[in-house]
C-alpha cells in the first residue's frame, strides 16, 4: 500500500454527455511521500469546437475552461488514440515496475462526479477493470470524514479549502496535471494530520 496514481480530469461539464478534454497521471509513494513528476503525463483529447459547444456549457465551464477547450479541439488526440495513449502508460516498464506489477489505484478529488463515470465511457468498462484497482482513494470523501470527526475544520472538505488549509496554493489551477499533482500533496498532509492524532 501507499503507492497510487494520482488522476484528474477535466470536462466540458458534469453530464453524462460531456466531453473528456484533458487527463493526468501521476505516480506517488506515501510512505515516502514522493510525487514522481518525472513519470507525471498531462494529454488533451479532441472534442468539438468551443462555439459548438459554449450553448450547452454551464457558467463555471465558460468562465474557467474556453481556452482548454479550444486547445482540446485544436491539439487534443483523439478518443481513440487517448486509449492507446493510457494504455501505452500503464504498460510503460517503469510504471509497471512502480506497481509491482499490480493494477493501481487511483487517487483524486469527487472521482465518482466526473473522472471514473467519464474514464469508463471513453476507455470501457473491461478496460478500467484490467487496468486499474477497483479501490479508488478519493480525498473530498476522507475529507468528509474528517470534518465530521473534527479533526478538519467544518465545510473543509471542498479542493479549494484543502488546498488553502494546508497552505499548498489559494486556488486549484483547474489543469489536470496541477490538480493531480496537488491532490497527492493533500494526500501527505492528510497522512500527517491522523498521524499527529496519534503522537
Known amino acids: 500500500m501507499g503507492r497510487y496514481l494520482s488522476l484528474d480530469t477535466e470536462a466540458t461539464g458534469l453530464e453524462v454527455d460531456c466531453y473528456l478534454i484533458q487527463v493526468a497521471l501521476v505516480p506517488i509513494d506515501g510512505d515516502t511521500k514522493t510525487v514522481l513528476s518525472e513519470w507525471g503525463k498531462e494529454v488533451l483529447i479532441q472534442c468539438p469546437s468551443f462555439e459548438e459547444l459554449k450553448p450547452k456549457l454551464n457558467p463555471w465551464v465558460l468562465e474557467h475552461n474556453e481556452e482548454l477547450i479550444r486547445n482540446a479541439h485544436s491539439k487534443g488526440i483523439s478518443p481513440i488514440d ?68 473534527g479533526r478538519l475544520p467544518k465545510g473543509h472538505h471542498s479542493t479549494t479549502k484543502l488546498l488553502q488549509y494546508f497552505k499548498i496554493r489559494q486556488n486549484a489551477e483547474h489543469t489536470a496535471l496541477s490538480d493531480a499533482t496537488d491532490m497527492a500533496h493533500v494526500y501527505f498532509h492528510l497522512m500527517d494530520l491522523l498521524k499527529s492524532a496519534q503522537a
Open 82 to 149: 487517448f486509449k492507446k495513449w493510457v494504455e501505452d502508460y500503464l504498460n510503460a516498464p517503469e510504471i509497471k515496475s512502480f506497481f509491482k506489477e499490480e493494477r493501481p489505484t487511483l487517487l483524486g478529488k469527487s472521482m465518482s462526479a466526473l473522472d471514473i463515470p467519464v474514464l469508463t465511457r471513453y476507455l470501457g468498462k473491461d478496460f478500467m477493470e484490467k487496468y486499474f484497482h477497483h479501490h479508488t482513494l478519493d480525498l473530498t470523501c476522507v475529507a468528509r470524514f474528517l470534518v465530521d470527526v
